[in-house]
Structure formats: C-alpha cells, structure tokens
C-alpha cells in the first residue's frame, strides 16, 4: 500500500496539469466575485443560452442555486473530462521523454500497481479534485448571494447550506456514471501511449472511422451507434437528470462486453509495459 501512495504521489508531481487548470479556474472564479461585490450597486444577472439543446435535460430552475449551479456543476465537470485527456495520454509518454522510464527497471514495483495508480489518478484523483473546485465555488456564489439577494430570493433558488451539501453529492454521483464511462478509454490511452507518440490522435482517427463506417456499412452500424453512445458517457452525464441512465440504455450484455475489453486492455498495456522494460 505504501509503495501504490508513493506511485500516486510521483503522478501529482509529475503532472501538474492537474492542478493548474482548476486553481486557474478557481482563481478566476474569485475575481469575478470580488468584481462583483465591487460593483454590488450596478450588478444584474442576464441569462441568454441560444442552440443548445443539451440544455433541454437540466433542470436549470430547481437545485441549488438554479442557473448558477447547474452551471457551475458543469465547467467542473467539464474541467475533469478536460484534464483527464490532458493527464493519461502524456502520463507514459512523459516517463520515456524524460528517462524515468528506465528507472523502473531498479524498482521492486509491478507493472500492475504503477498502472493501476496511472488509473486511479484519472478516475478517482482528477474528479476528486473537481469535486473540490465545486465545493469553492458553490461557497463563494453562496456567500455572494446572501450579501446581494433578498431573502425571498435566497429561499426560491435554494441557496442554503443544505441544498448546496446535495449539489455536491449529486455531483459525486454523476463523476462516478463519468469515471465508468472513461474507464475503457483510459486503457485505450494505456496501450496506444505504448505504440505510437500520437495516442489521443489516433484515438480520435479510429472513433472517427467507426462512425463514418457505421454510416456506409449496415452490419457495422450497431457498433458504430454502442461506440458513440459510450463515448458520450462521460459528458451526457453532466446534463441528464438521472446520470444512471446514461449506462441504462446498454444491456448486461454489452456491460459485460465492456468489462471483458476494458479488462483485456488492461492486461495488454501491462504487457506491453514488461516487455519494453525486459528489452
């Protein structure tokens, strides 16, 4: 357990990426209420979403503070999705760039566990610290709010201790529908990082032949439609009322088929991983 610690902790170090991006936001977040509180006499709040239909799954009015949390539920939201590409693409690339990679060959630790961390920072570590950023800035727009709105207005946009502690909660409980969805991807990223210097490109260039493939070929039409929907997991799930829904719409069997691939990717990447340390 203590060496899987010291793994993540070399992840965090390595990659800063994790951190800059929501402390830049959260950074940002604070100069807009300090703006605004500057500014409190002249302030008014304007609402213009024009073409998204997206839009159509949230229920924007009811929650935590309504337009503003749901909003908020989905920059960090996206933040996470966001840097969970800029992390696992580059996360094994990193190592052989800059020779760390080699100083594995010394060290009493599997391939299984050094993997295994690299998931666990993109999975878990990543929508963590999304959770987070969300708790600042639920608190500051809170605090905002109980200087600048009435009473009234504070009670019809449930803006209150207790409504934002369930704001977060649901957020949790959508990043993990997230996870699940980019798990299988994460060990996509595993092994192409492995074969090629260019892994999230070709990423790109497969997904996008299956679709165009799906449309010119019929037999290939279901598994074009299954990668689609997957693939658009990890960010339906920040709109959709019941996130859950979102893995429903697949049956056991096509949730088993996943596992056993995500598992054989898995498998392979630490394969992948022994034999270039044996050469």
Known sequence: MKQFFTLLSKEL?????????????????????????YNSNDVSFNFKINGWEQFDNIQLSMGFGGVIGSINTLICGLVAVICFFAYMPKTLLKEKQEGSWNFWRSMPVSNVKTLGAKLVVGLIVIPAISVILLVFADFCFMIVAKLLLSD?????????????FM?????????IVVSIGLL?????????????????IILFAVTVMVKVLG???????GFSQFVSDWNNISVSALFDTNPWQELAIFSSIEL??????????FCYAVKLMSTELNN
């Open 13 to 37: 170090i390595e990659h800063k990426v994790i951190f800059r991006i929501p402390l830049f936001l959260a950074l940002f977040l604070v100069l807009n209420f300090i703006l605004i509180l």
């Open 256 to 265: 088993g088929s996943v596992l056993m691939i995500t598992v054989g990717l």
């Open 152 to 164: 009234a207005l504070l009670q019809s946009s449930s803006i209150n201790l207790h409504e934002m």
């Open 184 to 200: 299988p991807i994460a060990c996509v990223l595993l092994v192409l990082s492995q074969l090629t210097n260019h892994p999230l």
């Open 215 to 221: 449309y010119t070929i019929n037999v290939l039409s």
């Open 167 to 175: 704001h977060i909660m649901s957020y949790i409980n959508r990043m």
